[in-house]
């Protein structure tokens, strides 16, 4: 019976095959599509924001609420992951933002009340009010 001694640097190549062999197959699962979801509920950021509503490619898009953690509530439309379209913001602070958004801030539209009571109704740019 002859016992043959195993070269390290053989070793060494079923290691690197075998991490090849890891990194393509993990290539392979994240080219995989991504599945669009209906009415889904997601909790983010250790529990400080809650989504519920369609995902597009792991993006808030479509009809959906987005709560915060201090209460803070927006209804409405998303694109890509922000408030897009005609949506309603409520602060906890007692301010309401009602209208057209893009990219997440107020633009368009829309109908700002303050806590005090005080209301803006016009036109929005940017995120800021274009009236006098």
């Known amino acids: 019976m ?31 599509p991504v599945k669009d979801e209906k009415n889904t509920t997601v909790t983010l950021d250790q529990g400080r924001l809650k989504y519920t509503g ?38 906890k602070d ?3 933002y009602v209208g057209d958004f893009k990219k997440g801030k107020a633009e368009g539209q829309g109908t700002l009340t303050l806590e005090t009571g005080l209301i803006y109704k016009g036109k929005f740019e940017d995120g800021e009010y274009q009236g006098k």
């Open 2 to 32: 002859v016992i043959k001694k195993i070269d390290k640097t053989w070793w060494i190549r079923i290691g690197q095959l075998a991490m090849v062999a890891v990194i393509v197959i993990c290539g392979i699962i994240s080219m995989q």
């Open 54 to 91: 369609d995902l597009v490619e792991r993006r808030f898009s479509g009809q959906g609420i987005l709560t915060f953690q201090d209460g803070s509530v927006y209804t409405g439309s998303f694109k890509d992951g922000y408030f897009n379209g005609k949506g309603d913001f409520k602060a």
């Open 94 to 96: 007692g301010w309401h």
